[in-house]
């Protein structure tokens, strides 16, 4: 069974800019969550999709986005690219809500 | 407010035992996980506990106690290839509390 896949896995963009970033669950999985990941904060959620719907939500601002399609596919929004928005975006899915998680090999957004 | 500590470091022998603490701080539980996340890559899932006591899997065995808000990893017979970080994370157990918090990890170095 194939693994998430997560595109683009490099990016790099300037401030100002917007920025989508997708995510391909396992098969089967209806849950996906978003985290990024930066050195000096470790992994920090961002929102999870499970049928369409968010059902939890982190602490960051409205710039960040997210929505879920029918086939459990996701993608996460980016808007006003600030500096401190470089990191490694993670997406994660599991088979149901509050299951184990499985991780994609990540997107590195740069901001410049 | 949640949290969970860890050793930010930790160094060891090939061939020898290391024990990965874990503390935490949430409102209400619903289970730790356990993650290893090499340099550059995706965290890969590693244990689940939701009840006391300890759970074992090859080399790897996991305890909690929820009354002291206490895990450890425990690693047997390293290998230079466990040279990573240790992610903890905790779920909660009421609305948005349920996500999952993680540790900022610790980062594992297995000497020869």
């Known amino acids: 069974k194939a693994g998430v896949t997560q595109t683009p896995r490099y990016l790099i963009k300037t401030r100002g800019q917007q920025v989508t970033l997708s995510c391909s669950p396992i098969s089967g999985h209806r849950s996906v969550s978003w985290y990024q990941q930066t050195p000096g904060q470790g992994l920090q959620f961002l929102f999870e999709y499970f049928s369409e719907t968010q059902r939890n939500k982190g602490n960051f601002p409205g710039r960040f986005s997210g929505r879920q399609f029918s086939n459990s596919r996701s993608e996460m929004n980016v808007s006003t690219l600030e500096l401190g928005d470089s990191a490694l975006y993670l997406c994660?899915?599991?088979?149901?809500?509050?299951?184990?998680?499985?991780f994609g090999p990540g997107t590195r957004l740069t901001v410049l | 407010g949640q949290n969970i500590d860890q050793p930010t470091e930790m160094t060891a022998t090939e061939g020898a035992i290391v024990q990965i603490n874990c503390t935490y701080q949430t409102s209400g539980f619903n289970g730790l996980f356990w993650y290893q996340q090499h340099a550059g890559e995706a965290p890969t899932f590693l244990s689940y506990n939701v009840l006391d006591g300890l759970e074992e899997k090859g080399r790897f065995s996991s305890f909690l106690s929820r009354s002291k808000g206490y895990s450890y990893l425990l690693l047997k017979e390293l290998q230079m290839k466990d040279s990573a970080s240790y992610l903890c994370a905790v779920r909660g157990n009421a609305g948005n509390n349920r996500k999952l918090i993680w540790g900022l990890g610790t980062s594992l170095a297995v000497n020869p």
């Open positions: 994660a899915s599991s088979l149901v809500t509050d299951g184990t998680q499985y």
